[in-house]
Structure formats: structure tokens, C-alpha cells
């Protein structure tokens, strides 16, 4: 969910849309003061509720285009086994650094207009708990006093990054700050003018000592569409961005960074180049003169928003399409898929 993917991408957070959603939270006249209380507080029913009873469920089994692993380091993909997953759409996802946490977008019914789809207290971004070797039910995460809608999380130490479509942003889609809570998050703020209107970042990830931010951009002298940059933490700021280079970026769209917790693999979303149909998770590793290898694809078939567990098992957005039989193709719905590293 960023400002900058393009409204081709089948990404769920589309710039285009995002920004019918502003225009729709602006002519809607909402006043964002401070003291004002979220209008979905404790108005949020659970997920089922909120999925309409003709959404059906994506299963493997009825997947027209099943995520195609191209690495022998992991297992086949699955759907996670854990109370995330609905027959609603999930995407977006992330762990904290430690596993103890993972927060993901929730939309009910991915046929629902992005404006319409604003006014539902269950769209959003929820987080799970880890509870022995389990997962806690997801909760609504609220993260504004009014209206709108949260994407693109990731955490840092006691700190949430989200990506947000709101009243008072520097554009359609500003990056967010949020310190932890207890189990929540409070004190949401703008991560400023610098991030959003100087340097346009978007979906982005944090290396582990918080130094250095990888994110994507379209840029005067990149490849060509987006490309994938780094910058290092100056000061109360951020320096120059520098261009990963061209073994990590060509002349399509290179977005969606994830960098593992060592520091040497960095995953993103790329349109598969071996034959499949849409987007494909790529990996980049890190070489001993410290530039980044060539890019590998690594999962075919609308898998993207890569993510990484502690342990290096690989999490990943897989859409579900109709029948390409039956005309231009569409979302379904979405899940969180796992595929174990080896």
C-alpha cells in the first residue's frame, strides 16, 4: 500500500484508488482534532461478520493460478495455518523483529469500491499476538481519531510505520508513526515532510539497527518505473536516496522491500520474468564487497509483499483470480501464504 504503485498493479492499495479515497474522506468534511474518539470504537465486529455470505472462500484446490516456488531452499507454499487467513482478502503482512507479533490489512469484500470500503470499522490493519505456539485472535488495530485507511506496517523496536490515506497529509498516501502501547499502539504522527512530500518514499522496511531505509520510488535517473533505494539515517533525518543498481532494478517495477534480520537477503515484489501471470517475490543477497547480487525469482503466480519470520521462512501475498476462461482476470480475495526455508 504506497503512493507511488502504479493502478495496473494487482496490489490491493492501487494510487489510483487511494487517492479516490482521499478525495472521499475530504468531501465527507471530517475535522480530525486531537480530542476527537475514533468513530469505530468499540464498533468493530468481528471479521466473519463483516464477510458478505457470497464471498467464497480461495482454496488451493480451486486456484487457477497456485503460487509456483522456484527455489530449492524452501518448501512449497501453503496457505498459514493460523487465524489469519478468512475467505475476506489478507495482505500486507509483517512480524516484529522478534515473532511475538504480526499485523496485517484486512478488507472484508475486495469488490467493494476503496471509498466505500473506508466506512467499514473492519478495514484495516489487525495484529495477532503469539500465544505459546500459537496466535491470539486478531484485533483491530485504530490508529487515527477519524476516518482512514492504514496499510503498509512495519516495526521497529517499540515503534509501528504504517502507511495511511488521511485528512492532512502531505499527499495521497503518507508513511505514519505509532509507539507501542502495551499490546496496542498510541501516539500516531506523521513520519514528516522530508519522507512524504521531499523524497515520495514508498512501502519501505528498516535495516535491524534502524540506520538504513530501503524503500521504492519512481525517481529522475532510476531504470524506469519504480526502483528499489536505500538511505542512511542523518542526524533528526535521512540522507541522499541511492539507487540499489541494476542487479536489483530494471526497467519494470522493483517495490515492496523486506530485508532479512541479518541484513542479507533483501526480498521484493517484481513481475515474474520465467512465464507466470503477475507479480513474483524476488531475493537479492548481499555480496562480500557489499553491493547486492543479481535478483532471483523465487515465487511466481501473484505472490508478493514478501515478509520473514525470525526463523527465515518466507510469508508472502498470494491472490486469488477468477477463471482467465471466462475474460480479463480479477481478484478473488487474498491470503498469507508460507513457504518454510529448508
Known amino acids: 500500500m504506497s503512493a507511488p504503485v502504479r493502478s495496473g498493479s494487482p496490489a490491493f492499495w492501487p494510487a489510483l484508488a487511494l487517492a479516490f479515497a482521499l ?91 476503496v471509498d466505500k470500503q473506508m466506512q467499514d470499522c473492519t478495514v484495516g490493519l489487525w495484529q495477532t499476538v503469539r500465544q505459546g505456539d500459537g496466535w491470539s485472535e486478531p484485533a483491530r488495530l485504530l490508529l487515527s481519531d477519524d476516518l482512514a485507511l492504514d496499510g503498509c506496517p512495519v516495526i521497529h523496536g517499540d515503534t509501528l510505520w504504517f502507511c495511511s490515506v488521511r485528512a492532512g497529509n ?5 508513511a ?18 522530508q519522507l512524504n512530500r521531499e523524497r515520495q518514499i514508498g512501502e519501505w522496511h ?28 542523518s542526524g533528526d533525518g535521512w540522507g541522499e536516496p541511492v539507487n540499489l543498481g541494476a542487479t536489483v532494478n530494471d526497467a519494470g517495477d522493483q517495490a515492496m522491500p523486506c530485508l532479512s534480520a541479518d541484513g542479507s537477503e533483501l526480498w521484493f515484489n517484481s513481475n515474474s520474468k520465467l512465464g507466470s501471470t503477475g507479480p513474483a517475490t524476488w531475493r537479492s543477497q548481499l555480496q562480500l564487497d557489499g553491493s547486492w547480487g543479481a535478483a532471483e525469482e523465487i515465487v511466481s503466480n501473484f505472490a508478493g509483499e514478501p515478509n ?22 480479477q481478484i478473488v480475495e487474498a491470503d498469507i501464504y508460507l513457504a518454510k526455508r529448508r
Open 170 to 174: 502531505y499527499r495521497e498516501v503518507d
Open 23 to 113: 478525495l472521499a474522506l475530504v468531501a465527507a468534511g471530517c475535522e480530525c482534532a486531537p480530542e476527537r474518539v475514533h468513530p469505530c470504537l468499540g464498533q468493530v465486529p468481528a471479521r466473519s461478520a463483516a464477510i458478505p455470505a457470497d464471498v467464497v472462500k480461495g482454496t488451493p484446490a480451486s486456484d487457477f493460478f497456485p503460487p509456483l516456488l522456484r527455489s530449492a531452499e524452501f518448501e512449497d507454499p501453503v496457505p498459514w495455518a493460523s487465524p489469519v487467513n478468512t475467505a475476506g482478502a489478507e495482505d500486507s503482512p509483517f512480524f516484529s523483529p522478534d515473532g511475538s507479533r504480526f499485523v496485517f490489512v484486512f478488507v472484508p469484500d475486495v469488490r467493494v469500491p
Open 176 to 193: 505514519y508513526l505509532a509507539t507501542r502501547q502495551g499490546d496496542g499502539w498510541a501516539d500516531w504522527r506523521n513520519a514528516g515532510e
Open 308 to 329: 520473514l519470520d525470525p526463523d527465515g521462512n518466507l510469508y508472502f501475498v498470494h491472490h486469488y483470480m477468477t477463471d482467465p476462461a471466462a475474460g480479463p482476470i
Open 206 to 233: 528498516l535495516s535491524a539497527d534502524g540506520n538504513t531505509l530501503y524503500f521504492g520510488a519512481e525517481r529522475g535517473g532510476g531504470f524506469g518505473g519504480l526502483d528499489l533505494y536505500a538511505m542512511l539515517r
